[in-house]
T-cell receptor, first 115, second 116 residues
């Protein structure tokens, strides 16, 4: 079945450092891909998305490009801030035969940014 | 326009009791999804409902768990005879349609269930 694999955390960076969180997927068909962010004690917020190959999603300085040839959707940010400390989830939409719209999530990567 | 509303935010139940979790979708959204997040893990799909219909319950345990989304009122996730392993965060998400999910859901803030 479809699956998402993220790099393990925690990832600890200094403020203004460059961030990459790797995400690869396995899917039949052409799913949409998402990054969600979860701040402590809160629900998930959609950070960015891409619906087809070579699309680049971007928001709040974060970017990710849908790479069909490498089945990847790595999250990047050029200069992280302390306020970016959170758990980041990569996800894909399951467009299997039922196409019910359910999402398949990776296990999450904790990012801690130190001043 | 209020977001997806879940209540309660925190719920403590003793083993063997029932837990009822409520989710009110965004206005105009008729599709509701429930996910469970166990400690240190990602979210796992449980069930997908439309008004008065369960569409996909492939992720829901066969026993003790049930879900409904009545014509009027919130969606309810019910867990009977809770056990310690049910302790988790339960998140609800809503969407106006299945094709809308290609653009991402809106999640609620979750209900954190603790079974003691």
């Amino acid at each position: 079945g479809d699956s998402v694999t993220q790099m393990e955390g925690p990832v600890t960076l200094s403020e203004e450092a460059f961030l990459t969180i790797n995400c690869t997927y396995t899917a039949t068909g052409y799913p949409s891909l998402f990054w969600y962010v979860q701040y402590p004690g809160e629900g998930l917020q959609l950070l960015l998305k891409a619906t087809k190959a070579d699309d680049k999603g971007s928001n709040k300085g974060f970017e990710a490009t849908y790479r069909k040839e490498t089945t990847s959707f790595h999250l990047e940010k050029g200069s992280v801030q302390v306020s970016d400390s959170a758990v980041y989830f990569c996800a894909l939409s399951d467009r299997g035969s039922s196409n019910t719209g359910k999402l398949i999530f990776g296990q999450g990567t904790t990012l801690q940014v130190k001043p | 326009n209020a977001g997806v509303m879940q209540n309660p935010r925190h719920l403590v139940r003793r083993r063997g009791q029932e837990a009822r979790l409520r989710c009110s979708p965004m206005k105009g959204h008729s599709h509701v999804y429930w996910y469970r997040q166990l400690p240190e893990e990602g979210l796992k799909f449980m069930v997908y409902l439309q008004k008065e219909n369960i569409i996909d319950e492939s992720g829901m345990p066969k026993e003790r768990f049930s879900a409904e989304f009545p014509k009027e009122g919130p969606s309810i996730l019910r867990i009977q005879q809770v056990v310690r392993g049910d302790s988790a965060a339960y998140f609800c998400a809503s969407s106006p349609s299945t094709t809308g999910t290609d653009y991402g859901y809106t999640f609620g803030s979750g209900t954190r269930l603790t079974v003691v």
